[in-house]
Each structure stands twice: as structure tokens, then as C-alpha cells.
């Protein structure tokens, strides 16, 4: 049992270990040493022309995926949350209906989504702006599935009826007693809705073609389809993606204590 988990261990680190150990090589050394041999350490050289080709259009990527993951991930998750307590507790006709849909939704892939959302961006005039890919990605099926179930273990229906008694209206209820109740699920659905959104590929690619507004991701293989017939761009393309990873797992770093916290709630129910 041990070999079998160091064995996955290690098939989940090396690929971070050979990214660490490509992005500190040249140009020269990249092609002509073994992907996990130690070179002339170059970061620095590679981090310097990373920022300079192109007119510095890297830095827009980096603006681009803050804003697509960092905004869309505080808002989709407080949508999702909004729209999971709702389903949970409040009582509106439809309401089975609606959960119905949204687990069905759980299932379509985001793929099969691309070219209406692209037709439908079309006909608004959005294709290749920002919001054709901000907007599809402020609503997440999974997401207000999440959430249903955390404001079903952690938002008693007694305090919302007090709180109705006092005289409280729905949505100050949800802001004041609910949101703070449900915040590790909340922080849990931000994580997803960041990680999502992050390593967001086939939408941007079917909606952009202006550089400037490419994420990190979309950036970077543009990049690499060059690279076999320029290999300069070799080590650019490992250095991009060694930063990508990095607001990835400060994420989790510093969120880590909420995230645990929040998927125990949710396994408990």
C-alpha cells in the first residue's frame, strides 16, 4: 500500500520537478540536456526575456487570468452560493424542477457548451472581449450543487425563521446569517470556481483573437506552437508555466484551513 502511494506521489511531483528544473535552463541547454539534469542556472535570464518579447504581452496574460479568475471566482462563487441557499431554504414553486436542472447541468461538459455560448456572445456583439469570457463563468452547476448541500448542514431553519420574526427581509437574512454560517463552503466553492477559471483553455481560445486579451493559458501555447520551429521560445513557454502554477497553490496555501473545513461540512451531509 505504501509503494503504491509513493508511487502516486511521485507520478504528481515529477512533472512539477521537471517544469522547476526546465525553467532555470537556456536555450542551448534545454535542447541538449535530459529533462531532469541540472544546468547552467538561467531563471533569471529566462524571467527577463519572458517580460520583455513581444512588447511585454506576458504582463497582459498575467492582468488578463487575475481579472478572469481572481473576479470570477468571488463572484461565481457568491452567485452559486446565493442560488444553493435558495434552493435549500427558501420555498418557491419549481423549485425540484430547478435543482433537477442544475444537477443535470453537473453533467454536460463545458465543451459541448462552447458553441452556443460563441453564438450567443455573436449575436451580443461580445466575441473577442473581455465579458465572452468573464460572463460564462460566473455560473457553475456544481458550484450551487455545493452549496445547496453546505446551507443544508450549516444553516438552520430556526435562526432564519427568528430572523424572519424580527423582520428581516430575505436578502439581508442570506448577507448577514446565512453567508457567514456557510463561509467554508463558500471559500471551498471560490477555491474551484479560481482553480476552474485559472486553467480555463477552449473558451478563451474559441472567443479571443486580440493577444492582449488572451488568459496565461491561451497565451502560453501560443507560444508553444512556435516553439518547434523557434526554439527560443522553448524555455519562455516552461518559465510561463512555472509562474502560472504559482497563484495556484497560494491559493490553497492560504485558504487551505477553510477548504478543509468546508469539504468536511459537505461530506458529513
Keep these: 500500500m505504501h509503494g503504491v502511494l509513493l508511487l502516486a506521489a511521485l507520478y504528481s511531483v515529477l512533472p512539477l520537478v521537471w517544469l522547476v528544473t526546465s525553467a532555470t535552463k537556456s536555450v542551448g541547454d534545454f535542447s541538449s540536456t535530459s529533462a531532469f539534469e541540472l544546468a547552467d542556472f538561467n531563471l533569471w535570464g529566462n524571467l527577463r526575456d519572458l517580460f520583455a518579447r513581444e512588447d511585454g504581452v506576458f504582463l497582459y496574460w498575467i492582468r488578463n487570468s487575475l ?24 420555498d418557491f414553486p419549481g423549485r425540484r424542477a430547478l435543482f433537477a436542472v442544475t444537477l443535470a447541468g453537473v453533467l454536460v ?65 442570506f448577507l448577514t446569517i446565512a453567508l457567514p454560517m456557510m463561509m467554508p463552503g463558500f471559500v471551498t466553492i471560490l477555491l474551484f470556481q479560481f482553480v476552474s477559471i485559472w486553467n480555463n483553455f477552449f473558451l478563451p481560445l474559441v472567443m479571443l483573437t486580440d493577444p492582449e486579451l488572451f488568459p496565461m493559458t491561451l497565451g502560453i501555447y501560443q507560444w508553444n506552437t512556435r516553439a518547434p520551429q523557434f526554439p527560443d521560445y522553448n524555455p519562455l513557454v516552461i518559465t510561463g508555466s512555472l509562474l502560472a502554477v504559482v497563484p495556484l497553490i497560494t491559493a490553497f496555501v492560504v485558504l487551505q484551513r477553510q477548504w478543509r473545513s468546508g469539504l468536511s461540512a459537505g461530506s458529513v451531509k
Design 109 to 173: 461538459p463545458p465543451t459541448a457548451l462552447a458553441l452556443p455560448l460563441y453564438l450567443l456572445a455573436s449575436e451580443l456583439h461580445l466575441v473577442n472581449t473581455f465579458w465572452a469570457v468573464f460572463l460564462p463563468l460566473l455560473t457553475n452547476p456544481f458550484g450551487v450543487y455545493l452549496a445547496r448541500t453546505f446551507a443544508d448542514a450549516a444553516v438552520p431553519d430556526e435562526v432564519l425563521e427568528a430572523a424572519r420574526l424580527d423582520g428581516a427581509g430575505e436578502f439581508r437574512i
Design 67 to 90: 481579472l478572469y479568475a481572481g473576479l470570477g471566482a468571488v463572484l461565481g462563487a457568491l452567485i452559486c452560493t446565493a442560488c444553493g441557499y435558495a434552493i435549500a431554504k427558501l
